[in-house]
């Protein structure tokens, strides 16, 4: 029994490896898309969210599977319950990165229209807290967890700044309200994400160490 308890958590684990790259490719397509402005790539997110969702389901009924099969304990039950958790991060990860494609979309018409923030520099830190936590979560790797639990005190500095720019623009130029506004938005979105790398990456920590860290300040030493 052990031996086909095994088998089943290292296909999901492979599964949820699997979807988490997929995460990370739609988190970077619409970023690019967001800062380029490029409809290739924005009707590509958006039409491939369906499969993110399918993986999903799949990736639920799997846990689910597991769980009535075999009745895990300590380890193994911390597995499942990290994979349900992660699964459910992943999949909005995926929703956020659709919204991001769809404030790019608008954006399009506005050519000349700047984003008044650095939307590249949020964008790139945003991607690499993603790919991280799944990094983490392959590895097993808890100290790589609380970095990324302490990085997103960087992202929120990136937040701060884009709201004192937008305010300044909207005084200097009000006829650009509802680019603003969806830049803003992406913005939001971006952060979101973000939120979401930390969760995986606490979900990391319970499922290695057993440790509930949620709501609490991270103090990451190197």
Avoid: W
């Avoid at 990136?158 to 006829?175: C, F, G, H, Q, T």
């Amino acid at each position: 029994m052990q031996k086909h308890l095994q088998k089943d958590i290292d296909s999901l684990k492979n599964k949820i490896i699997t979807m988490g790259s997929e995460a990370e490719d739609r988190v970077y397509k619409a970023s690019l898309a967001l800062i380029n402005r490029d409809e290739r790539l924005i009707n590509e997110v958006i039409q491939s969210d369906s499969q993110i969702d399918r993986m999903e389901v799949d990736i639920e009924e799997h846990c689910l599977k597991i769980l009535a099969l075999y009745q895990p304990v300590a380890i193994d039950l911390r597995f499942i319950i990290a994979v349900l958790k992660i699964n459910n991060e992943l999949e909005r990860v995926g929703d956020i990165a659709v919204n991001i494609a769809e404030r790019a979309a608008f954006l399009c018409k506005y050519k000349d229209f700047e984003i008044p923030y650095d939307v590249k520099g949020m964008a790139t830190k945003v991607e690499s807290m993603v790919t991280r936590s799944i990094d983490a979560l392959v590895h097993m790797d808890v100290q790589l967890a609380h970095k990324i639990r302490a990085e997103d005190d960087q992202v929120d500095e990136y937040n701060r700044d884009m709201y004192a720019r937008v305010k300044d623009m909207l005084i200097k130029s009000p006829e650009d309200i509802n680019c603003m506004l969806h830049a803003v938005s992406a913005g939001r979105h971006l952060e979101r994400i973000a939120d979401h790398a930390c969760n995986i990456a606490e979900d990391v920590i319970y499922l290695v160490d057993a440790e509930i860290v949620r709501h609490t300040p991270e103090v990451f030493e190197e």
